[in-house]
């Protein structure tokens, strides 16, 4: 049995003696007429005070208000719209990390190749730091690669080497030549690899 428009804690009570399944305070009308839909926290009080076997509905839901308070009241069930319904899970925080981890798993599909630029700049190791800036400048890229006397891979230098330097605090960075700097191993990775590996 299913007790509907219960508004006072009186109505509730003949609804528990006579062995109600179920009694419905309409919380949303209850608001309409100016009270607090709280105003029906002395139903939920009294089944659990006095172990009344009834349940208490929340109903006539009008905003996600309603359903927190009805979870704060410890409603056994709650009549929500589907309006309402469909809000329950939103929130902005959940939006974006999905949003994130959609954007990682497209990521792990992207290969190293679909990346490559094929403008590169290279410079010899007797070029400056200023030479790399103004063709690094010029071309829109990060780094530039330097060559040795034979061709070869020297080192790489990127715009955060220059940060780097720049807070060790080297004096005449511009004009300090890339044979004065320590050369290193750049680590390279096949075309078919994908980023996420």
């Known amino acids: 049995m299913n007790l509907h428009l219960i508004y006072t804690l009186q109505q509730a009570y003949v609804a528990y003696c006579?062995?109600?399944?179920?009694i419905c305070p309409l919380v949303g009308r209850l608001q309409d007429q100016g009270h607090d839909a709280l105003i029906c926290r002395p139903v939920f009080t009294a089944v659990e005070r006095y172990n009344y076997k009834t349940k208490v509905m929340f109903s006539s839901v009008r905003s996600?208000?309603?359903?927190?308070?009805?979870?704060?009241?410890?409603?056994?069930?709650?009549?929500?719209?589907?309006?309402?319904?469909?809000?329950?899970?939103?929130?902005?925080?959940?939006?974006?990390?999905?949003?994130?981890?959609?954007?990682?798993?497209?990521?792990?599909?992207?290969?190293?190749?679909d990346l490559v630029k094929t403008d590169q700049v290279f410079l010899n190791?007797?070029?400056?730091?200023?030479?790399?800036?103004?063709q690094m400048t010029k071309s829109g890229l990060g780094a530039c690669i330097i060559?040795?006397?034979?061709?070869?891979?020297?080192?790489?230098?990127?715009?955060?080497?220059?940060?780097?330097?720049?807070?060790?605090?080297q004096n005449n960075l511009v004009e300090m030549k890339f044979n004065e700097l320590e050369s290193n191993s750049p680590i390279s990775i096949g075309f078919d690899l994908h980023l996420m590996k």
């Open 64 to 113: 996600l208000e309603h359903v927190r308070n009805a979870i704060n009241l410890g409603a056994h069930a709650c009549t929500v719209p589907w309006n309402i319904l469909k809000q329950l899970c939103q929130n902005h925080f959940t939006e974006l990390g999905i949003r994130q981890f959609v954007e990682h798993t497209e990521m792990s599909t992207i290969r190293a190749s």
């Open 125 to 134: 190791c007797n070029s400056t730091i200023l030479d790399a800036l103004i």
């Open 147 to 169: 060559l040795d006397d034979k061709n070869e891979i020297y080192r790489v230098f990127t715009d955060g080497d220059l940060r780097r330097l720049i807070k060790s605090g």
């Open 18 to 22: 006579a062995g109600a399944t179920y």
